[in-house]
Protein backbone atom coordinates (compact mmCIF):
# COMPACT_ATOMS: atom_id res chain seq x y z
CA UNK A 1 0.00 0.00 0.00
CA UNK A 2 1.33 3.41 -1.11
CA UNK A 3 2.11 6.38 1.22
CA UNK A 4 -1.20 8.19 -0.05
CA UNK A 5 -3.20 5.17 0.34
CA UNK A 6 -1.79 5.19 3.81
CA UNK A 7 -2.91 8.47 4.61
CA UNK A 8 -6.44 7.99 2.86
CA UNK A 9 -7.17 4.77 5.75
CA UNK A 10 -5.89 7.61 7.97
CA UNK A 11 -8.32 9.97 7.42
CA UNK A 12 -10.96 7.73 6.78
CA UNK A 13 -10.61 6.05 10.41
CA UNK A 14 -10.56 9.80 12.09
CA UNK A 15 -13.48 11.17 10.08
CA UNK A 16 -15.70 7.82 10.31
CA UNK A 17 -16.11 8.21 6.71
CA UNK A 18 -13.57 8.36 3.35
CA UNK A 19 -11.74 11.02 2.87
CA UNK A 20 -9.88 11.84 -0.30
CA UNK A 21 -8.79 9.47 -2.90
CA UNK A 22 -5.25 10.09 -3.48
CA UNK A 23 -2.88 8.11 -5.29
CA UNK A 24 0.30 8.47 -6.18
CA UNK A 25 0.69 10.78 -9.31
CA UNK A 26 -3.07 11.92 -9.21
CA UNK A 27 -1.64 15.76 -9.27
CA UNK A 28 0.28 14.54 -12.69
CA UNK A 29 -3.10 14.73 -14.47
CA UNK A 30 -2.83 18.70 -14.51
CA UNK A 31 -0.31 18.93 -16.71
CA UNK A 32 -2.93 17.93 -19.51
CA UNK A 33 -4.47 21.51 -18.97
CA UNK A 34 -6.99 22.71 -17.24
CA UNK A 35 -10.30 21.99 -19.37
CA UNK A 36 -8.31 18.21 -19.91
CA UNK A 37 -7.59 17.84 -16.74
CA UNK A 38 -10.68 18.24 -15.50
CA UNK A 39 -11.72 15.59 -17.56
CA UNK A 40 -9.52 13.22 -16.95
CA UNK A 41 -9.47 13.55 -13.28
CA UNK A 42 -13.05 13.70 -13.74
CA UNK A 43 -13.17 10.14 -15.09
CA UNK A 44 -10.42 8.49 -12.43
CA UNK A 45 -12.19 9.87 -9.61
CA UNK A 46 -15.86 9.04 -10.09
CA UNK A 47 -16.36 6.05 -8.50
CA UNK A 48 -14.97 7.01 -5.26
CA UNK A 49 -16.79 10.48 -5.33
CA UNK A 50 -20.20 8.60 -6.32
CA UNK A 51 -19.71 5.95 -4.49
CA UNK A 52 -18.90 7.81 -1.04
CA UNK A 53 -23.00 9.47 -1.37
CA UNK A 54 -24.04 5.92 -1.24
CA UNK A 55 -22.01 4.78 1.22
CA UNK A 56 -22.11 7.96 3.49
CA UNK A 57 -26.03 7.03 3.46
CA UNK A 58 -25.82 3.48 5.31
CA UNK A 59 -26.12 2.14 8.48
CA UNK A 60 -28.62 4.92 9.69
CA UNK A 61 -31.04 1.97 11.45
CA UNK A 62 -31.08 -1.98 11.88
CA UNK A 63 -34.90 -1.86 13.33
CA UNK A 64 -38.34 0.57 12.73
CA UNK A 65 -38.92 0.03 16.33
CA UNK A 66 -38.37 3.29 18.40
CA UNK A 67 -36.66 3.55 21.61
CA UNK A 68 -38.68 4.72 24.80
CA UNK A 69 -37.74 8.39 25.94
CA UNK A 70 -34.47 8.64 27.15
CA UNK A 71 -33.40 5.28 25.62
CA UNK A 72 -30.51 5.40 23.30
CA UNK A 73 -27.65 3.13 21.68
CA UNK A 74 -24.12 3.80 20.67
CA UNK A 75 -23.59 1.69 17.03
CA UNK A 76 -20.78 1.43 14.85
CA UNK A 77 -21.02 0.25 11.09
CA UNK A 78 -19.05 -0.23 8.52
CA UNK A 79 -20.79 0.54 5.18
CA UNK A 80 -18.66 -0.88 2.03
CA UNK A 81 -20.88 0.28 -1.84
CA UNK A 82 -19.25 -1.46 -4.34
CA UNK A 83 -18.59 -0.38 -7.81
CA UNK A 84 -19.83 -1.84 -10.42
CA UNK A 85 -17.23 -3.63 -12.72
CA UNK A 86 -18.34 -1.09 -15.41
CA UNK A 87 -17.11 1.30 -13.34
CA UNK A 88 -13.40 0.25 -12.64
CA UNK A 89 -11.85 1.24 -16.17
CA UNK A 90 -12.37 3.56 -18.24
CA UNK A 91 -10.99 4.45 -22.27
CA UNK A 92 -9.09 7.36 -23.15
CA UNK A 93 -9.98 7.50 -26.57
CA UNK A 94 -13.62 7.97 -25.29
CA UNK A 95 -13.07 11.43 -23.70
CA UNK A 96 -13.92 14.16 -25.30
CA UNK A 97 -10.31 16.47 -25.19
CA UNK A 98 -9.09 20.12 -26.33
CA UNK A 99 -5.34 18.85 -27.14
CA UNK A 100 -4.47 15.90 -28.68
CA UNK A 101 -4.32 13.38 -25.92
CA UNK A 102 -3.55 9.82 -26.42
CA UNK A 103 -3.28 6.49 -23.36
CA UNK A 104 -1.17 3.27 -24.38
CA UNK A 105 -2.78 1.32 -22.94
CA UNK A 106 -5.65 3.24 -24.00
CA UNK A 107 -7.85 1.36 -21.38
CA UNK A 108 -6.67 2.87 -17.71
CA UNK A 109 -7.94 1.91 -14.33
CA UNK A 110 -10.16 4.51 -12.04
CA UNK A 111 -10.20 4.96 -8.88
CA UNK A 112 -11.39 1.57 -7.89
CA UNK A 113 -10.04 -0.43 -10.24
CA UNK A 114 -6.83 -2.65 -10.16
CA UNK A 115 -5.57 -2.58 -13.96
CA UNK A 116 -2.11 -0.80 -15.02
CA UNK A 117 -2.16 2.51 -15.52
CA UNK A 118 -1.86 4.11 -19.06
CA UNK A 119 1.20 5.90 -19.98
CA UNK A 120 -0.44 9.45 -21.30
CA UNK A 121 1.15 11.60 -23.93
CA UNK A 122 0.15 15.46 -24.12
CA UNK A 123 -0.11 17.61 -27.10
CA UNK A 124 -1.01 20.94 -27.16
CA UNK A 125 -3.64 22.19 -29.32
CA UNK A 126 -2.46 25.47 -30.22
CA UNK A 127 1.80 25.05 -29.74
CA UNK A 128 2.81 21.48 -30.47
CA UNK A 129 4.07 21.03 -27.08
CA UNK A 130 4.03 17.86 -25.13
CA UNK A 131 4.50 16.29 -21.88
CA UNK A 132 3.67 12.62 -20.78
CA UNK A 133 2.64 11.02 -17.44
CA UNK A 134 1.61 8.33 -16.02
CA UNK A 135 -2.06 8.05 -14.55
CA UNK A 136 -2.41 7.51 -10.97
CA UNK A 137 -3.19 3.64 -9.67
CA UNK A 138 -6.28 2.31 -8.31
CA UNK A 139 -6.84 1.68 -5.32
CA UNK A 140 -8.99 -2.06 -6.02
CA UNK A 141 -6.36 -4.37 -4.90
CA UNK A 142 -6.57 -2.63 -1.49
CA UNK A 143 -10.23 -2.96 -0.54
CA UNK A 144 -12.02 -6.00 -0.73
CA UNK A 145 -14.88 -6.47 -3.50
CA UNK A 146 -13.42 -3.00 -5.05
CA UNK A 147 -15.81 -1.01 -2.75
CA UNK A 148 -15.83 2.70 -1.66
CA UNK A 149 -16.07 2.09 2.17
CA UNK A 150 -17.65 4.53 5.19
CA UNK A 151 -17.61 3.80 8.44
CA UNK A 152 -19.78 5.65 10.62
CA UNK A 153 -20.76 5.95 14.99
CA UNK A 154 -24.04 7.13 15.49
CA UNK A 155 -25.45 8.02 18.74
CA UNK A 156 -29.56 7.07 18.85
CA UNK A 157 -31.82 8.64 21.32
CA UNK A 158 -35.56 8.03 21.92
CA UNK A 159 -37.04 11.39 22.51
CA UNK A 160 -41.15 12.14 22.78
CA UNK A 161 -44.04 10.21 20.90
CA UNK A 162 -41.58 7.71 19.66
CA UNK A 163 -39.05 8.75 18.00
CA UNK A 164 -35.92 8.47 17.91
CA UNK A 165 -33.10 11.16 17.00
CA UNK A 166 -29.48 10.07 15.58
CA UNK A 167 -26.40 12.54 15.78
CA UNK A 168 -23.06 11.49 13.58
CA UNK A 169 -20.20 14.29 14.58
CA UNK A 170 -16.83 14.14 14.49
CA UNK A 171 -15.13 17.47 14.86
CA UNK A 172 -12.15 18.86 12.93
CA UNK A 173 -9.52 16.12 13.27
CA UNK A 174 -6.46 15.09 11.96
CA UNK A 175 -2.68 15.78 11.49
CA UNK A 176 -1.08 18.99 9.29
CA UNK A 177 -1.10 16.53 6.17
CA UNK A 178 -5.13 15.75 6.50
CA UNK A 179 -7.54 17.17 8.26
CA UNK A 180 -11.48 16.45 8.47
CA UNK A 181 -14.63 17.04 10.15
CA UNK A 182 -18.01 15.19 9.47
CA UNK A 183 -22.12 16.11 10.83
CA UNK A 184 -24.92 14.17 10.63
CA UNK A 185 -28.36 14.10 12.14
CA UNK A 186 -31.06 11.51 11.44
CA UNK A 187 -34.91 11.22 12.75
CA UNK A 188 -37.12 8.05 13.61
CA UNK A 189 -40.46 8.40 13.69
CA UNK A 190 -42.77 4.78 14.75
CA UNK A 191 -45.85 3.88 13.12
CA UNK A 192 -47.18 1.27 14.47
CA UNK A 193 -48.87 3.99 17.67
CA UNK A 194 -51.03 5.02 15.18
CA UNK A 195 -53.05 1.76 14.48
CA UNK A 196 -54.65 0.76 17.94
CA UNK A 197 -53.82 -3.31 18.70
CA UNK A 198 -51.59 -3.53 16.01
CA UNK A 199 -48.41 -2.34 18.11
CA UNK A 200 -48.17 -5.04 19.81
CA UNK A 201 -47.31 -7.32 17.44
CA UNK A 202 -43.77 -8.06 16.58
CA UNK A 203 -43.89 -6.13 13.70
CA UNK A 204 -42.63 -2.45 13.37
CA UNK A 205 -43.15 -0.29 10.86
CA UNK A 206 -41.57 4.00 10.64
CA UNK A 207 -40.06 6.43 8.57
CA UNK A 208 -36.27 7.40 8.70
CA UNK A 209 -35.15 11.10 7.50
CA UNK A 210 -31.35 11.78 8.01
CA UNK A 211 -28.59 14.02 6.56
CA UNK A 212 -24.93 14.35 6.85
CA UNK A 213 -21.85 16.60 6.18
CA UNK A 214 -18.18 16.19 5.41
CA UNK A 215 -15.21 18.46 4.71
CA UNK A 216 -11.33 17.00 4.69
CA UNK A 217 -8.86 18.84 3.43
CA UNK A 218 -5.41 17.64 2.29
CA UNK A 219 -2.22 19.14 1.54
CA UNK A 220 -0.37 17.83 -0.79
CA UNK A 221 3.42 17.74 -0.65
CA UNK A 222 4.48 21.19 -2.73
CA UNK A 223 7.04 19.55 -5.23
CA UNK A 224 5.95 16.09 -5.10
CA UNK A 225 4.44 16.30 -9.02
CA UNK A 226 5.32 20.09 -9.94
CA UNK A 227 6.97 22.86 -8.44
CA UNK A 228 4.23 25.63 -6.99
CA UNK A 229 2.45 26.91 -3.80
CA UNK A 230 -0.26 26.36 -1.63
CA UNK A 231 -0.61 23.05 -3.43
CA UNK A 232 -4.09 21.19 -1.48
CA UNK A 233 -7.52 19.08 -2.29
CA UNK A 234 -10.28 20.02 -0.51
CA UNK A 235 -13.14 17.57 -0.37
CA UNK A 236 -16.73 18.44 0.55
CA UNK A 237 -19.72 15.43 0.73
CA UNK A 238 -23.72 16.11 1.68
CA UNK A 239 -26.26 13.13 1.72
CA UNK A 240 -29.62 12.75 2.58
CA UNK A 241 -31.75 9.67 2.42
CA UNK A 242 -35.98 9.17 3.02
CA UNK A 243 -36.50 5.19 3.70
CA UNK A 244 -39.59 3.51 5.12
CA UNK A 245 -38.52 0.89 7.48
CA UNK A 246 -40.66 -2.22 8.76
CA UNK A 247 -38.67 -5.14 11.28
CA UNK A 248 -39.94 -8.58 12.98
CA UNK A 249 -38.40 -7.96 16.66
CA UNK A 250 -38.18 -10.92 18.34
CA UNK A 251 -36.45 -11.17 21.52
CA UNK A 252 -33.47 -12.95 20.24
CA UNK A 253 -33.18 -11.98 16.51
CA UNK A 254 -34.67 -9.14 14.33
CA UNK A 255 -35.30 -8.60 10.80
CA UNK A 256 -35.55 -5.77 9.26
CA UNK A 257 -35.94 -4.19 5.41
CA UNK A 258 -35.95 -0.32 4.10
CA UNK A 259 -37.38 1.12 0.69
CA UNK A 260 -36.50 5.13 0.03
CA UNK A 261 -34.08 7.26 -1.99
CA UNK A 262 -30.88 8.04 -1.46
CA UNK A 263 -28.94 10.64 -2.92
CA UNK A 264 -26.27 13.77 -2.47
CA UNK A 265 -23.35 16.42 -3.98
CA UNK A 266 -19.33 15.72 -3.83
CA UNK A 267 -16.86 18.28 -4.75
CA UNK A 268 -13.17 17.86 -5.21
CA UNK A 269 -11.22 21.00 -5.67
CA UNK A 270 -7.89 20.81 -6.25
CA UNK A 271 -5.77 24.67 -5.36
CA UNK A 272 -2.61 26.19 -5.54
CA UNK A 273 -0.42 26.70 -7.90
CA UNK A 274 1.28 24.15 -10.53
CA UNK A 275 4.34 24.80 -12.55
CA UNK A 276 4.60 22.54 -15.77
CA UNK A 277 7.24 22.12 -18.03
CA UNK A 278 6.51 21.28 -21.79
CA UNK A 279 8.92 20.94 -24.79
CA UNK A 280 9.24 20.04 -28.16
CA UNK A 281 10.81 17.38 -29.66
CA UNK A 282 12.47 16.49 -25.92
CA UNK A 283 13.53 20.20 -25.98
CA UNK A 284 11.99 22.29 -22.94
CA UNK A 285 10.16 25.74 -24.44
CA UNK A 286 8.32 27.22 -21.53
CA UNK A 287 6.78 27.15 -18.11
CA UNK A 288 2.93 26.82 -17.98
CA UNK A 289 1.80 27.98 -14.26
CA UNK A 290 -1.81 26.42 -13.89
CA UNK A 291 -3.93 27.99 -10.84
CA UNK A 292 -6.65 25.99 -8.98
CA UNK A 293 -6.62 23.76 -11.45
CA UNK A 294 -9.26 21.09 -11.02
CA UNK A 295 -13.27 21.76 -9.86
CA UNK A 296 -15.33 18.40 -9.73
CA UNK A 297 -18.40 17.97 -8.86
CA UNK A 298 -20.57 14.68 -8.87
CA UNK A 299 -24.54 15.09 -8.18
CA UNK A 300 -26.40 11.02 -7.74
CA UNK A 301 -28.94 9.73 -6.18
CA UNK A 302 -31.59 6.96 -7.10
CA UNK A 303 -34.26 4.00 -4.73
CA UNK A 304 -32.46 1.72 -2.26
CA UNK A 305 -33.95 -1.08 -0.60
CA UNK A 306 -32.79 -2.87 1.86
CA UNK A 307 -33.10 -6.25 3.97
CA UNK A 308 -31.32 -7.20 7.11
CA UNK A 309 -30.35 -8.92 10.57
CA UNK A 310 -29.37 -8.34 13.60
CA UNK A 311 -28.39 -10.55 16.32
CA UNK A 312 -29.94 -9.66 20.28
CA UNK A 313 -28.02 -10.22 23.20
CA UNK A 314 -29.33 -8.18 25.66
CA UNK A 315 -27.82 -4.66 24.92
CA UNK A 316 -25.23 -6.06 22.56
CA UNK A 317 -26.24 -6.47 19.02
CA UNK A 318 -25.10 -7.82 15.70
CA UNK A 319 -26.11 -7.10 12.49
CA UNK A 320 -25.63 -7.34 8.89
CA UNK A 321 -27.56 -5.56 5.94
CA UNK A 322 -27.44 -5.79 1.73
CA UNK A 323 -28.82 -2.86 -0.11
CA UNK A 324 -29.74 -3.12 -3.78
CA UNK A 325 -29.18 0.38 -5.44
CA UNK A 326 -27.06 2.18 -7.93
CA UNK A 327 -23.58 1.01 -5.95
CA UNK A 328 -25.23 -2.03 -4.03
CA UNK A 329 -23.98 -2.29 -0.70
CA UNK A 330 -23.12 -4.65 2.43
CA UNK A 331 -23.12 -2.64 5.97
CA UNK A 332 -22.00 -4.68 8.83
CA UNK A 333 -21.30 -3.62 12.87
CA UNK A 334 -22.66 -3.96 16.50
CA UNK A 335 -24.33 -2.03 18.49
CA UNK A 336 -25.42 -1.17 21.99
CA UNK A 337 -28.81 -0.28 23.11
CA UNK A 338 -30.50 0.07 26.32
CA UNK A 339 -34.60 0.56 26.75
Same mark, same amino acid.
Given at each position: ????????????????????????????????????????????????????????????????????????????????? @????????????????????????????????? &???? @??? *??????????????????????? @????????????????????????????????????????????????????????????????? &???????????????????????????? !??????????????? *????????????????????????????? !? *????????????????????????????????????????????????? &????????
Amino acid at each position: MNRKTTILCTVTALCMTVGVYAQDGFESIIAAGEKDANTLMGAYIAPAMEGLVYAANGGWATTAKTHKTLGFDITIAANAA @MVPRSNRLFRISELAFENRITGTPDMTPTVAGD &AEPS @MVE *VELRDTGETVSFTMPEGIGEDVP @MNAIPAPAVQLGVGIVKNTDLMLRFVPRVGSDDVRGQLFGLGIKHDLMQYFGPLEKLPLNVSVLA &AFSNMKVDYNIEEGDAFDGEHQSAEFKL !GTYTIQGLASLDFPF *VTVFGSLGYSGGTSRLDVLGTYEVDYEVA !G *VYTHTEEYEDPIALKYNVGGVRAGLGARLNLAFFKIFAEYTLQEYNMLT &AGIAFSFR
